[in-house]
């Protein structure tokens, strides 16, 4: 597998006190990569060190081939960066600022104008584009915030918590856009404290914690390392169920245990959501009815909790 | 300086041409503070006002007649003592200090025995220091001496034939001759004596001294031109704290392109807010700010000496509001000391000596002697090299500082 981005034990001291110590991942071309963790986990010193912000106090990091120590440039030309605070200029238009970072990008001048009315129109701001910064609303900030970094179509897109602040319609739209970028090829790098905004987005994860990863890999395999296990419940008629079909579920590859619980069964699993015909097949077959089916999954949340013994969001 | 540096100037001031607080600030308030302290101090500036005269140091080693006849009659009184402010030294070494230090206009030195070698008729010589920054003022000095030295000449001769007559022809012994002479010289100076007035009104205007709003059209023009480039390299601040600044640093433009360009926007923010102040003062009040040549290069000068100030400020600050907060703390000493309230023709020598320390003081310097007329480079050379020092070392420290950061 070809790595897009390669971080070689990333640290960074800030005056004696260590804001990321010895951080190692890989993002693979056409992937996205979610770090996950809590306010002051290390996740912006990251993405710093990453687009030759900050200096690493040591370690080094490789991206599209470029070491961001010895070719920083080559390296911010790879990337399009998304800080976490708005990076605009308030009393410049959209069209204007697209315009002026079209130029620091070094897009040619020819293609500048097309390429802001691209941007314009994937993050769906073009018809508002002629208007200043500071008359939009946060969550369209965002989104101008974003095509920025997307003007010189960059290699690897770098987001840093960019749903922060902004209203619910703008998150889904955000998250839609970055994913849909995503399934185009565009490889992402995604920061979020949100683990619903990582688990929608990221092929991978690495959750991060006091400047150190303390877990990493896809959805599924963080899941595993919780031990716990799925829960689904069926509502039906308790006088229906009788003893064969629980066997039968019991029975199933994957099905840990069977429990009754008044008017529910709850099937627990570690396959998730995958069971969920085979389950269904079942109660079909032994005609009990089927009134209502819910699937909790053991969330990145409960994984955090579990390995850090203290929540995400304090 | 590449392309991208001028992207960052140009897109630096478009931001600030939408910036209406600031266009009040920078033009408006000047306007208004030019108008009023001209009229509040416009008396000052009329007629006899001790600020217009032409100071002068005087060295009177003769102590003799002709001495005094020099410095009283001619220097002293009249149209030309009207226009001079004249004082006294004991040391020719004094008065050169003072008139090199631009403590005074001009010093004159009258050597032992001037009057007795006019008196007898032998080559008398007088000595004139004067200072090249004040070069008009220095110029009329120079034709008065120089005036009086013709009409010396023409005394010397009517009283050596008169003399020379009254011996020959035995009327008056030699000792005799001698000690009437000063009483003749009296005598044809009474005769003469319109000579004097004759002189200054020779000099057709004279000397053209600022009006109080011509002065303040040039103290609080220099003044807040420093508060523009305060404001101008505070963006710098603010963009590092908006985040803009870090964004920039992740594309591909070298910091010296981002220093760069700030810097050049600071500069021309600079030039054009001082040159608007000079065409609405121009419009609005009459002032007539002299040879359009060196006022360009003056302006130049100025706004780059600014600018490095500008931002050796935003430089030392960490926030544009520590900027905000020090700017006036700095800008406002600096340009009372320099004369932009007190006129620097009424300082006393010790202030006009430290005044001498500060930007305003060269930046005003330079314009005044334009708005007196100078009308080549070199009148004004003094005041240039001044400005283009410290731009060299604002900027130095400044940009290394910010480059640092
Ligand atoms: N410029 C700085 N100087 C000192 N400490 C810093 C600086 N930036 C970040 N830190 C510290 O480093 C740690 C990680 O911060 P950060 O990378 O911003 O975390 P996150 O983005 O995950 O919230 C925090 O403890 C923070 O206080
Ligand atoms: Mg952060």
Known sequence: ?314 | MSRKALFIAAKDLSIRVRDRRAAVVLLVMPMVLIFILGLVFNPLWRGTAEIQRIPVVVVDQDQGEIARLLVEQVLGTGAIGRMLRVDHTGQPAAARDMVMRGRRAAGLVIPRGFSQAVMTGRPARLTLFTDPAQSIRAGIIHSIVNRFGAEVVKRQVAITVAAETLIIERIMVPSRVGAAIPGWLKDVEQFTGRQAVAIAEERGSGPRFPAAIDYYAVGMGVMYLLFGVSMASQSILVERREGTLARLRTTPTESADIVGGKLLATFLTGLAQFSLLVLFTRIFYGVQWGSPLLLIMMIGATALAAAGLGTFLAALARTPEVVESLAPAIILPMSFLGGAMFPIYVMPPWLEHVSRLTFNRWAMDGFLAIMAGAETPAAIWQPLLALFAMSLVFLTVGTWRLRFR
């Open chain 1, 1 to 314: 597998m070809d790595a897009l981005v390669v971080v070689l034990n990333l640290v960074k001291h800030y005056a004696g006190h260590a804001a990321v110590r010895g951080v190692s991942f890989e993002v693979r071309g056409g992937e996205a990569f979610g770090l996950l963790g809590p306010n002051g986990a290390g996740k912006t010193t990251t993405i710093g060190m990453l687009a030759c912000l900050l200096e690493p106090t040591s370690g080094d990091a490789l991206i599209a081939g470029a070491s961001t120590r010895r070719d920083p440039m080559a390296v911010r030309r790879a990337i399009g960066v998304v800080p976490q605070e708005i990076a605009l200029y308030p009393t410049l238009t959209a069209r204007e600022n697209l315009r002026f970072w079209a130029r620091m990008y070094e897009v040619a001048d020819g293609e500048a104008g097309r390429r802001i009315e691209e941007v314009l129109d994937i993050v769906g701001l073009r018809d508002r584009a002629g208007e200043r910064i500071d008359t939009y609303s946060g969550g369209m900030k965002r989104r101008i915030n974003i095509a920025v970094g997307l003007l010189h179509r960059p290699k690897l897109l770098m987001l840093d918590e960019p749903t922060v602040g902004v209203d619910p319609q703008s998150r889904t739209n955000i998250l839609e856009t970055v994913k849909q970028l995503n399934r185009e090829g565009l490889t992402v790098l995604y920061t979020s404290h949100y683990m619903e905004e990582v688990e929608f987005l990221c092929d991978r994860i690495a959750i991060m914690d006091l400047g150190q990863i303390i877990a990493m890999g896809t959805h599924e395999e963080l899941r595993l390392q919780v031990g716990e296990r799925d829960l689904i419940s069926i509502a039906t008629h308790a006088a229906r169920i009788g003893t064969v079909l629980p066997a039968s579920l019991r029975a199933l590859p994957g099905v840990d245990d069977v429990r009754m619980r008044e008017d529910r069964l709850e099937v627990l699993t570690t396959t998730g959501r995958r069971l969920l015909p085979q389950i269904v097949t079942q109660f079909v077959t032994h005609d009990v009815p089927i009134l209502a089916i819910e699937v909790r999954e053991p969330n990145l949340e409960s994984l955090f909790l579990h390995l850090t013994g203290k929540g995400l969001r304090d």
